[in-house]
């Protein structure tokens, strides 16, 4: 069984900075495509970014394109959200999980595909 916690949310104001963490343990965390999903209050999960299992290919949501990079570390377990000119509509719990890759995985990032949900950690974006 694959555990993913994630870290590095917090209070910043417009235009400041986050890096998030996502750290797993249990099963071969290398095996699987990690994805960023957000959640606002009052609106349904949507998908931020996501990455291949090797690193090699990326994909992010229109929304945070040219703000947000995704980015992994296998040899720590560890995949990474650095978060740059952050919005107040950014505000949300971030949550990452995993997919078993697939030649579309990290194209369509599809919530469906994936499992292994974080707690998930709260950023908020307020002056």
């Known amino acids: 069984q694959l555990h993913l916690v994630e870290s590095g949310g917090g209070l910043v104001q417009p235009g400041g900075s986050l890096r998030l963490s996502c750290v797993g343990s249990?099963?071969?965390?290398?095996?699987?495509?990690i994805g960023w999903f957000r959640q606002a209050p009052g609106k349904e999960r949507e998908g931020v970014s996501c990455?291949?299992?090797?690193?090699?290919?990326?994909n992010s949501a229109g929304s945070v394109k040219g703000r947000f990079t995704i980015s992994r570390d296998n040899a720590k377990n560890t995949v990474y959200l650095q978060m740059n000119n952050l919005k107040p509509e950014d505000t949300a719990v971030y949550y990452c999980?995993?997919?078993?890759?697939?030649?579309?995985?990290?194209?369509?990032?599809?919530?469906?595909?994936?499992?292994?949900w974080g707690p998930g950690t709260q950023v908020t974006v307020s002056s």
């Open positions: 249990g099963r071969a965390f290398d095996y699987y495509a």
């Open positions: 999980a995993a997919a078993s890759p697939s030649p579309d995985t990290v194209k369509y990032f599809d919530i469906n595909e994936f499992g292994h």
């Open positions: 990455i291949s299992s090797s690193g090699g290919s990326s």
